[in-house]
T-cell receptor, first 113, second 115 residues
Framework: AQSVTQLGSHVSVSEGALVLLRCNYS??????LFWYVQYPNQGLQLLLK??????LVKGINGFEAEFKKSETSFHLTKPSAHMSDAAEYFC???????????FGAGTRLFVKA | NAGVTQTPKFQVLKTGQSMTLQCAQD?????MYWYRQDPGMGLRLIYY???????DKGEVPNGYNVSRLNKREFSLRLESAAPSQTSVYFC??????????????FGPGTRLTVL
């Protein structure tokens, strides 16, 4: 069965520091990979996605992620954290022709001043 | 475009009461979904509708029913609410672009408390 693992339910960084949120997936077929962000009391919104092509994907708000097939990973990074980045981040995976998306448990990002 | 809308935003029920959560999308998407979100558990799929006229169970369907009323609307019904159904419920929709899996768009959520 497909699954998504996000390492660390909480991550705390200082403003201006590197943000690294980890995501690993298990899959027997090529996946489509997503990162969603959820701000307090809101629904999820797409941050970035990988479907095919270039393995380094750039998203909104300066975030990017790299698909590494050999490591079954899709880690999310941002060079310099901003206070407004404080939110919960969800990694997700789906498949060609599939209707379901599998979500990780989420990582809450805290940004310290 | 309003995107995905959900009503109500908040609801408090007593054990055994019933209610229907409404969801509508104006993006002409084929697929619609209901999830519940609980702390530390991410999003769990309750039911989904791949296209108008079809519905299928997700990961946690017990205690829920759904209706795909038309292409725009997908409702979730709790027939006899239980405290274990206290959660935040999200509706989402998704279109298929060129046959490939595409992005899900989420509503703002319904916060349900069952006493």
């Amino acid at each position: 069965a497909q699954s998504v693992t996000q390492l660390g339910s909480h991550v705390s960084v200082s403003e201006g520091a590197l943000v690294l949120l980890r995501c690993n997936y298990s899959s027997s077929v090529p996946p489509y990979l997503f990162w969603y962000v959820q701000y307090p009391n809101q629904g999820l919104q797409l941050l970035l996605k990988y479907t095919t092509g270039a393995t380094l994907v750039k998203g909104i708000n300066g975030f990017e992620a790299e698909f590494k097939k050999s490591e079954t990973s899709f880690h999310l990074t941002k060079p310099s954290a901003h206070m407004s980045d404080a939110a919960e981040y969800f990694c997700a995976v789906s498949y060609t022709g599939g209707f379901k998306t599998i979500f990780g448990a989420g990582t809450r990002l805290f940004v310290k001043a | 475009n309003a995107g995905v809308t959900q009503t109500p935003k908040f609801q408090v029920l007593k054990t055994g009461q019933s209610m229907t959560l409404q969801c509508a999308q104006d993006m002409n998407h084929n697929s619609m979904y209901w999830y519940r979100q609980d702390p530390g558990m991410g999003l769990r799929l309750i039911y989904y509708s791949a296209s108008e006229g079809t519905t299928d169970k997700g990961e946690v369907p017990n205690g829920y029913n759904v209706s795909r009323l038309n292409k725009r609307e997908f409702s979730l019904r709790l027939e006899s609410a239980a405290p274990s159904q206290t959660s935040v419920y999200f509706c989402a929709s998704r279109g298929l672009a060129g046959g490939r899996t595409d992005t899900q768009y989420f509503g703002p959520g319904t916060r349900l408390t069952v006493l």
